[in-house]
């Protein structure tokens, strides 16, 4: 028996990869990929579509002057929205630049958890031409003590029947403050927010 003949060679011949073993693992691995891409695509425009999902404001639920509504685990009840004569406001700036308001609500905690519910809670301001603002201080003191605003709420939790006072300040056009209407939105209750109409709308 020659060299080429002996049982060991032909058994060891046999674990060599060949040319069309190679072919079909790389096709194997090219559908695989093929795959394996839209699936991580959806998954990741799934997440982003969440994200965006939680972040507008998009169904309306209108508040009758003086009700109240619960939203996001309490009830909201809006006490005013004030327009606030500049001295009493603390406000530095020129008339020209806008005029404070200042807007309050009353809200009774009805289900634990609203540290959560209320995350990136927003109060703004709409007009009836569609604008909006967002709250920011005007370096006037709080009208009453024991209000905060309406992320300060969420920094502990909140027992059921606790009464927050939520106040929130906001600078608005000169032609806007007496059209204003407050709304308020978190991720609790997104894309749904609340809208608060005025007696006078």
């Known amino acids: 028996m020659t060299t080429a003949e002996q049982p060991g060679d032909a058994a060891e011949t046999s674990l060599v990869p060949t040319d069309t073993d190679e072919r079909r693992w790389r096709r194997r691995s090219l559908w695989g990929l093929l795959l394996a891409l839209p699936a991580v695509y959806l998954l990741t425009a799934r997440g982003h579509l969440e994200e965006w999902w939680q972040a507008q404001e998009l169904f309306e639920v209108g508040v009758s002057a003086g009700a109240e509504a619960r939203f996001a685990g309490a009830d909201w009840k809006l006490e005013t929205v004030e327009v606030l004569p500049f001295k009493q406001s603390g406000w530095p700036r020129v008339q020209s630049q806008g005029t404070p308001v200042r807007v309050r609500f009353q809200v009774t905690v009805r289900e634990p958890g609203i540290d959560v519910l209320w995350r990136r809670c927003q109060i703004s301001l709409r007009d009836d031409q569609g604008r909006r603002w967002a709250a920011g201080g005007f370096g006037g003191p709080r009208s009453t003590e024991g209000t905060m605003t309406c992320g300060a709420a969420t920094l502990e939790p909140r027992a059921p029947g606790t009464v927050l006072r939520i106040e ?31 007696e006078s709308h």
């Open 168 to 198: 929130q300040d906001f600078t608005v056009p000169n032609d806007a403050a007496g059209t204003v209407e407050p709304t308020v939105s978190m991720d609790g209750e997104r894309p749904r927010y609340l809208r608060f109409h005025l």
